[in-house]
Every structure is written in structure tokens, then in C-alpha cells.
């Protein structure tokens, strides 16, 4: 997904048009760096009961990429 939306961006850009972040991207960037950051504080402090927690917050992000991608309009 992430491959799709760079390559849509470069070509917006090499058409001369505007390439501006959507709020469901930013979103997704956020969430991203949330469930990452669980998931690194999981293994770090040997807390396996987080993992759940990093990996629905994952999913949320994909989610998001895929809202993204729709909105972005590629």
C-alpha cells in the first residue's frame, strides 16, 4: 500500500500537480508510530500482554492506508 501511494505521489508530482497529506494519511502515519511504539515497549519490558494492544493498533493502520489510498484518490 505504501509502495502505491509513493508511486501515485510521484507521479503527481512529475504531472506538475499539487501533492498535498490527507488527514486519513496523517492518521495512518500516527497510528503507525503508536503501534510500533507499543510493540517496541512490549519487547523492551518483556510485557507480552501489550502485544494484543500493538497489533490492534496495527491493524487499525493498515485500515487507514487503505481508507487513504481511496481518498487519495489513485
Known sequence: LELALVTGGIIRKRMKL??????????????????????????????????PLAV???VVAILLAVGSLFTYGL
Open 18 to 51: 499539487r501533492v498535498m497529506a490527507n488527514v486519513i494519511g496523517k492518521a495512518k502515519m500516527a497510528t503507525q508510530f503508536l503501534g510500533i511504539t507499543i510493540l517496541l515497549i512490549s519487547v523492551w519490558t518483556a510485557t507480552p500482554a501489550l502485544l
Open 56 to 58: 490492534a493498533t496495527l
